[in-house]
């Protein structure tokens, strides 16, 4: 089974950006689909983007549509998140993780079963 790892955190200033990568070991990476989560205080895990295995299906939540974007790099078996013109309620951990898409699910409805540690976001206003 694959392992994930997160990096590229940190506190930036609201309109800024920052990078998030996932390092994924252990398992073949293209036999996952991939996504980004956040969870922020006191509120439910969402589903931010996600990639299917070749990177020709993608994902965005509306709240990040225009201000984030989500690549995979098969090659480095690593997923990263762009994430520009950031706001205070981006604010959260994010996690990476990583699930078999199956028909008929989708990439918003596939069970996402291996996670990341997260990795914290801190925008200030």
């Known amino acids: 089974q694959v392992q994930l790892v997160e990096s590229g955190g940190g506190l930036v200033q609201a309109g800024g950006s920052l990078r998030l990568s996932c390092a994924a070991s252990?398992?073949?990476?293209?036999?996952?689909?991939m996504g980004w989560f956040r969870q922020a205080p006191g509120k439910e895990r969402e589903l931010v983007a996600a990639i299917n295995w070749s990177g020709s299906n993608t994902y965005y939540a509306e709240s990040v549509k225009g201000r984030f974007t989500i690549s995979r790099d098969n090659a480095k078996n690593t997923v990263s998140l762009q994430m520009n013109s950031l706001k205070p309620e981006d604010t959260a951990v994010y996690y990476c993780?990583?699930?078999?898409?199956?028909?008929?699910?989708?990439?918003?409805?596939?069970?996402?079963?291996?996670w990341g540690q997260g990795t914290q976001v801190t925008v200030s206003s």
């Open positions: 252990g398992g073949t990476f293209t036999s996952y689909a």
């Open positions: 993780a990583a699930g078999r898409l199956k028909f008929p699910s989708t990439l918003t409805t596939l069970r996402y079963d291996t």
